[in-house]
Every structure is written in structure tokens, then in C-alpha cells.
T-cell receptor, first 115, second 112 residues
Framework: DTGVSQDPRHKITKRGQNVTFRCDPISEHNRLYWYRQTLGQGPEFLTY????????KSRLLSDRFSAERPKGSFSTLEIQRTEQGDSAMYLCASRGRGSGANVLTFGAGSRLTVL | GQNIDQPTEMTATEGAIVQINCTYQTSGFNGLFWYQQHAGEAPTFLSY????GLEEKGRFSSFLSRSKGYSYLLLKELQMKDSASYLC?????????????FGKGTKLSVKP
């Protein structure tokens, strides 16, 4: 078990470009979450998958944001036409079934800087 | 609406005890979590309370009062490595799907 992996760890892009982040959850976890965190703030919920189904989306997830989990394993978060306000740490977390199901395990995050 | 409040910063001395408070107002409640986050790293799970009372785990304890919308995290025998942000989070909805709503975090500095 290698934990939750996120790639890339850092991304610097120019305003208007598209970026994509990938998350590989813990292998037996069927639930996957995306959060955004800015400096000095707590993580803010973006979206949630159970297996391949996207079951919940925050109002923070504008139409420039799209997330997928096509085979119920890894997930991608794409931001189109990036804006400077998108600069943040994008955190992925996963959660499984059974006795450990209450706990979200987070990845180290993908830090986005939009110039 | 949703509101989770915790102090922005706290300072304590190595070897001492510190209590980090969290108050919450949410539309539902299905558990309160504490996470530790070192700068530039992932949040890591510390504790979970769903019933009133104290949960102890080594040097860390967490308390919950649902009627008061209040929790605290108690850290004993502070070590320098405990310098981090401590995040209070509430799960509003049923455990099957509910995501966590986080406070802004309390940055704890432990001094020699």
C-alpha cells in the first residue's frame, strides 16, 4: 500500500492554459474526493466519486473544472482556461469500506501556480 | 449555513500541554475529525468523535459535546515535531457519502 499518489506535485502555468492533475487512490478504496486548499485555509470540498460515479459536486466546481474516474480507480481533475484565482493546492483523498471507512486518507497534493 | 471556528494561531512550550478548541454550526452532524498538517504536506488523520466524550490516543485526546457544537484537541508532552496546523472537520451527512467540511486550521508553534 503506497498511499494516495498525486501527480504532478507542482505545476506552473500561464493564465488561459489547461491543466490536468491525476490521483491514484489506495487500491481497495472505492470513494475518492477532490479538495482545494489555499494558504492559511482549510481544504474546501470540490467533488466526490463512489467507484466511477460522480455523486456530489460543490458549487466551487465551476464549468471550467471537470473531474473523471473512468474505471473507478484513478481520477483526473482538469481545469480549463486557468485563472490566477485557481492557484491553490489540489488535494485528493480516498476512503474505503469497513472499519476504516470513516477516515479520509489524503495525498500530498498538486500545487498549481497560475501566472 | 456552515461555520467551523478555531483559533488561527497558538504558541506553546516543549513539554507542556495545549488545548485547541473548535466550535461548529452545520446543518447536520455525523462525526468530527481532527487532522494534522505539516507545511507543504498532506493532512494526516489524528482522531474521530461521533459520540459525546473524550477519545484518548497516546499523547493526543479529543473531546466532543454535540449539544454545544464544541470539540477540543488536547496535546500532551509537546514535542518540537508537533509544530503544525491542526484542522477540525465535520461530516454533515450520513457516513456513506458525506464529505468533510474543514475549519481554517490552527497553526501551532512549539518553542523550546
Amino acid at each position: 500500500d503506497t498511499g494516495v499518489s498525486q501527480d504532478p506535485r507542482h505545476k506552473i502555468t500561464k493564465r488561459g492554459q489547461n491543466v490536468t492533475f491525476r490521483c491514484d487512490p489506495i487500491s481497495e478504496h472505492n470513494r475518492l474526493y477532490w479538495y482545494r486548499q489555499t494558504l492559511g485555509q482549510g481544504p474546501e470540498f470540490l467533488t466526490y466519486f463512489q467507484n466511477e460515479a460522480q455523486l456530489e459536486k460543490s458549487r466551487l466546481l465551476s464549468d471550467r473544472f471537470s473531474a473523471e474516474r473512468p474505471k473507478g480507480s484513478f481520477s483526473t481533475l482538469e481545469i480549463q482556461r486557468t485563472e490566477q484565482g485557481d492557484s491553490a493546492m489540489y488535494l485528493c483523498a480516498s476512503r474505503g469500506r469497513g472499519s476504516g471507512a470513516n477516515v479520509l486518507t489524503f495525498g500530498a497534493g498538486s500545487r498549481l501556480t497560475v501566472l | 449555513g456552515q461555520n467551523i471556528d478555531q483559533p488561527t494561531e497558538m504558541t506553546a512550550t516543549e513539554g507542556a500541554i495545549v488545548q485547541i478548541n473548535c466550535t461548529y454550526q452545520t446543518s447536520g452532524f455525523n462525526g468530527l475529525f481532527w487532522y494534522q498538517q505539516h507545511a507543504g504536506e498532506a493532512p494526516t488523520f489524528l482522531s474521530y468523535n461521533v459520540l459525546d466524550g473524550l477519545e484518548e490516543k497516546g499523547r493526543f485526546s479529543s473531546f466532543l459535546s454535540r449539544s454545544k457544537g464544541y470539540s477540543y484537541l488536547l496535546l500532551k508532552e509537546l514535542q518540537m515535531k508537533d509544530s503544525a496546523s491542526y484542522l477540525c472537520a465535520v461530516r454533515e451527512t450520513a457516513a456513506e457519502q458525506g464529505n468533510l467540511i474543514f475549519g481554517k486550521g490552527t497553526k501551532l508553534s512549539v518553542k523550546p
